[in-house]
Structure formats: structure tokens, C-alpha cells
């Protein structure tokens, strides 16, 4: 179904969507970060503190390190200092980064057994089923992040895949 090539791109693009984003963020009046949207998780920094929350869970999950503390409730609340959500971000993404250039083929192949923090109880996936939703969800939280930026008045440019360059 994937391939370490395709993790591998999935991991650039994540980094590229998220320094597009960072760098809207620190242009944006704290107020208007956290201005309530009406959306799911509410505010465009309770939202991309989530899709942090949810990326740390994941890699965890997969490369063993790491992962948040406290559950999908608390994951809106990760960090209330921006700089200390952009370090982290920017760690997160160094992290996905690494963990995809060391796949191996072999690494995407069998089931994933973890216990979730969601549902409360084990699942055991296969592995890829796994990596696609992780990648998923990250275009998921970051497209409901671009609407409320475009809302607020803000662009990040260009987000399709396939206008990621070579050097993003």
C-alpha cells in the first residue's frame, strides 16, 4: 500500500506546511491565534496544538520515544507560549523527518499493537494503515488550520503536494 519513499515525502511535506504556518503564526496577534473559530477543536492555536499532540502520540507509537502527556482534552492546551510551541514543533518535524529516513520496507510490513488514548483500549493495526492515518491526519488538522487562517485574513501559499519544490 505505501512505501518508505512515500513517508519519506509525506515527511517533507509535513515540514513544509508547518514552517509555512509558523511563520503566519508569528505574525498573527496572540488574540487572533486564539480567537474561537467555531471549529472543532476552536481556535487556530488550540487546533495546531492538537495536530502537535496527535504527531507526538504517533511517533511514539512508531519510533518508540517520546510521546505527550494527558489525553485528546488536554492536547488543546499543550503549550499557551508560542515560542515554546514552535520549538517543539520544529523538533516534532526534525523527528518525523529522521524517523522516515530510516525506513526500511520491512518496517512498514505487519500490525501495530497500541493502546489508545481515544478509545481507551489495545488495538493492534497493520503498520501502514498506521503510518497512512498519521499523514492523514496531520492534512486533516492542518487544512482546518488554513481555513481559519484564510478566515483571520492570513496565507501561507501554496499547499498542494504537488507544488512542494525539491529543496522544501
Given amino acids: 500500500m505505501i512505501t518508505t519513499d512515500y513517508c519519506q515525502m509525506m515527511a517533507r511535506y509535513n515540514a513544509w506546511q508547518s514552517r509555512g ?18 471549529s472543532f477543536f476552536g ?13 507526538q502520540l504517533w511517533m511514539a507509537r512508531f519510533d518508540g520515544g517520546f510521546g505527550p502527556s494527558g489525553g485528546v482534552k ?10 515554546l510551541f514552535l520549538d517543539d514543533r520544529m523538533r516534532m518535524d526534525a523527528r518525523i523527518t529522521r524517523w522516515a529516513a530510516g525506513l526500511r520496507q520491512l518496517d512498514l510490513v505487519g500490525p501495530l499493537t497500541y493502546r489508545s488514548v481515544v478509545a481507551e483500549r489495545e488495538f493492534s493495526k497493520p503498520m501502514e494503515m498506521c503510518v497512512t492515518h498519521f499523514f492523514n491526519h496531520q492534512t486533516h488538522h492542518r487544512g482546518q ?22 529543496e522544501d
Avoid: C, Y
Fill in 21 to 38: 504556518q509558523m511563520e503566519v503564526f508569528q505574525s498573527m496577534p496572540s488574540a487572533e491565534l486564539r480567537k474561537d473559530r467555531k
Fill in 145 to 166: 488550520i488554513h481555513a481559519m487562517l484564510s478566515q483571520a485574513g492570513q496565507s501561507i501559499g501554496d499547499t498542494d503536494l504537488v507544488f512542494m519544490g525539491e
Fill in 43 to 55: 481556535s487556530i492555536f488550540a487546533t495546531a496544538n492538537h495536530l502537535l499532540w496527535g504527531d
Fill in 74 to 83: 488536554d492536547s488543546v492546551n499543550m503549550h499557551e507560549n508560542l515560542q
